[in-house]
């Protein structure tokens, strides 16, 4: 029994994270209608980040926020220069090639700066743990599971309660619509865009301290970022935390009780039987033409 409820606070614990990074992905796609394959390398620019600005003797807990304050000002660029000028309007494919380059540009300008070895984030939690009735968590995992509470109900409540949160929610269900009301629907875009890639950053830079920092290290993130977010529902803020959640306790579940190397396949197991008798995901909506 304690064995069970061990393996069911690890897995929602990685849930947390994980839901981190898929609700900035469903954001993009949801808000903005792009397949955001770069969303990966911004995960990886918010552990680098972080590197940098630990290793320059800053406090982690302060490096946290300005390596997200760093990420969100690339992806306001990106946003601006790339994103902006070609994709709002045109097909998933095209989306998919644009931001697809974008991130093995990225990657390869990691390579370039800092080199193809990992390296470390110090983080003043990384070794020590804390127990609650019988129950281990490594404090680095607690705090990213608290972090992640925070920033994920912070914004389902600028979601719901401020107005352009509502603007947002409204751009999502209806583009045109929205515009005809009088909503900035590109400015709108923009924001959500930039959102996405912040809360990808924070995801980076949230997780660098557990495993070390390398230039590739996002594609795992967004592997694991599409498959909560189809099985939860694409463009489905509460469908990604949910399929997060259910996906980390599975993945733990799995882990302890049947086998780590087939956990990978648990994943895709799941994503293929929700395409097939549910292709919406669990709380997602029928896609229907959005211009």
């Given at each position: 029994m304690e064995l069970l409820a061990q393996t069911l606070v690890n897995g929602l614990v990685l849930g947390a994270g994980y839901a981190v990074i898929a609700v900035g992905l469903t954001l993009i796609f949801g808000i903005v209608g792009i397949a955001n394959f770069a969303h990966g390398a911004f995960f990886a620019m918010g552990g680098y980040a972080c590197y940098l600005l630990t290793s320059q003797g800053l406090n982690y807990f302060v490096a946290v926020p300005l390596s997200v304050l760093i990420v969100v000002v690339i992806g306001a660029v990106t946003e601006w220069i790339v994103i902006r000028r070609s994709l709002y309007g045109d097909s998933h494919h095209g989306s998919l090639i644009v931001t697809f380059a974008l991130g093995q540009a990225a990657v390869a300008g990691l390579i370039l700066i800092f080199g193809p070895d990992p390296l470390p984030v110090t983080s003043p939690l990384g070794q020590t743990t804390m127990r609650f009735l019988g129950i281990f968590v490594a404090s680095q995992r607690a705090f990213i599971f608290v972090c992640s509470v925070l920033v994920l109900g912070a914004l389902g409540l600028w979601l719901r309660l401020s107005i352009k949160g509502q603007q947002v929610v409204a751009v999502a269900q209806n583009a045109r619509g929205a515009l005809y009301s009088g909503i900035d629907v590109p400015w709108i875009r923009a924001l959500a865009f930039v959102?996405?890639?912040?809360?990808?950053?924070?995801?980076?830079?949230?997780?660098?301290?557990?495993?070390?920092?390398?230039?590739?290290?996002?594609?795992?993130?967004l592997i694991v970022g599409f498959t909560v977010v189809i099985l939860g529902g694409m463009g489905s803020i509460p469908g990604a935390m949910l399929g997060a959640l259910l996906i980390g306790v599975a993945n733990a579940l799995f882990e302890t009780f049947v086998s780590v190397s087939w956990t990978p396949a648990l994943g895709w197991g799941l994503v293929i039987a929700t395409l097939l008798f549910r292709p919406q995901g669990l709380l997602g909506q029928v896609q229907q033409h959005r211009h």
């Open positions: 959102l996405g890639v912040a809360a990808a950053g924070l995801a980076g830079a949230l997780l660098a301290p557990i495993s070390t920092i390398y230039p590739t290290m996002g594609y795992s993130a």
